[in-house]
């Protein structure tokens, strides 16, 4: 049994079910499989399937997870102005604007002060790490992928080298607590993780573009290529 996790690049939005990812690459691999991504999906949200079906599921021998964006503003749980939880898909985007106040002064709040590159960057890393390790635990084979490229362009060209220091002020002992964060980037695993992403193998990606089905099976084809070689 295969896993797939992602968001609409995995899923295959606007694609017929035959012709989505997860569909071409179990036929590849001739394994029944079990889609749980879903169109707008965050990391945080991939993760939280992921782990929850690694910690409730004993028959699944592959994780296939397509991590959406590196640099990630999206999110799910919020709280309404009448102070009930709810979850829905919200992807901070100035022309994303719904039916739906409190949705709406979200998206804008985010867009404007919440997310850095550096602490999204940290965020999908947590997720990755703690995800790969809970797979090596339970003896699990896992393949990672990307939607976007940004990611890998961020650990590339600013944390593979370089230090990291998480850097947190107390507001309440009136100190700035520094922690080195890069025990936590080199713990890494990269012989699991294809280095080009989604977007990288269809060349020609806009920001409101998802992919065709013959830029599916292009992909899949990339896919079972460096599959086939770990």
């Not at 600013?158 to 922690?179: G, N, P, R």
Request: aromatic fraction near 14%; charged fraction near 30%; include cysteine.
């Amino acid at each position: 049994m295969i896993y797939f996790g992602g968001c609409s690049f995995m899923y295959g939005q606007g694609l017929e079910r035959e012709k989505s990812l997860p569909h071409i690459l179990s036929s590849a691999l001739n394994k029944e499989y079990v889609d749980d991504s879903q169109v707008s999906s965050s990391n945080k949200l991939i993760y939280l399937r992921a782990m929850n079906h690694l910690l409730s599921q004993n028959d699944t021998d592959l994780y296939v997870i397509m991590w959406s964006r590196g640099v990630d503003r999206r999110l799910e749980h919020i709280v309404d102005y009448d102070s009930k939880e709810r979850w829905v898909n919200i992807i901070p985007c100035v022309n994303q604007k719904k039916d739906d106040k409190i949705r709406n002064d979200v998206n804008k709040f985010v867009l404007e002060n919440f997310v850095t590159d550096s602490s999204s960057f940290i965020n999908t890393l947590t997720y990755m790490v703690s995800l790969q390790e809970m797979f090596k635990l339970h003896n699990k084979k896992y393949v990672y992928c990307f939607a976007h490229n940004e990611f890998m362009n961020l650990y590339n060209d600013t944390y593979k080298d370089y230090a990291y220091w998480l850097e947190v002020k107390d507001d309440v002992e009136d100190f700035t607590k520094s922690t080195d964060m890069k025990p936590l980037i080199r713990s890494l695993d990269f012989n699991n993780i294809l280095e080009y992403s989604y977007t990288d193998v269809m060349g020609d990606f806009k920001n409101d573009k998802h992919p065709t089905a013959e830029q599916c099976v292009k992909f899949a084809e990339y896919f079972m290529g460096e599959y086939e070689d770990k």
